[in-house]
């Protein structure tokens, strides 16, 4: 029996407010709802270089300050480190942790459900200071 696969795409816009990990799993997770799709997998995209996406704990808030905290100390704001300051201090060190977390996301979609752990989210990690417009894009196959 053949099964014909289907697909669909779209953009998720999220405003950040400051450097950190925004939940987006709820709004990922409408997104598909709408699709109507059973079984497959999803594609995220973080159409930024200076933000990234992560799967990471939802239950305890110390676990995403811990993760903060930990990439400014390993990418640090510190000017006379790097030589790319175009949009001022944070700009290098966000390159830099986007570089170390990625863009890219790939999770199945069972039952209709994104297949994420009991204490799992999808963060969008916002790695500048000030508030940003951020766009994530969706694409899903399957049937």
């Not at 987006?24 to 973080?46: D, K, N, P, S, Y």
């Amino acid at each position: 029996m053949i099964e014909i696969m289907r697909q669909a795409v779209g953009i998720l816009r999220f405003q950040t407010r400051r450097q950190g990990l925004l939940d987006i799993t709820r709004e990922v997770a409408a997104w598909i709802a709408e699709q109507g799709l059973a079984e497959g997998l999803l594609t995220a995209f973080c159409r930024h270089t200076s933000a990234s996406l992560i799967i990471q704990e939802n239950a305890a808030r110390e676990v995403r300050s811990d993760l903060e905290a930990y990439f400014a100390e390993i990418a640090p704001e510190e000017v006379s480190r790097y030589e790319h300051d175009d949009e001022g201090p944070d700009d290098m060190p966000a390159h830099i942790r986007t570089a170390l977390t990625g863009v890219q996301l790939s999770i199945p979609l069972i039952g209709g459900r994104l297949a994420l752990g009991t204490w799992q989210a999808i963060y969008l990690f916002e790695h500048r200071r000030r508030p940003h417009a951020r766009e994530v894009a969706l694409h899903l196959i399957g049937q």
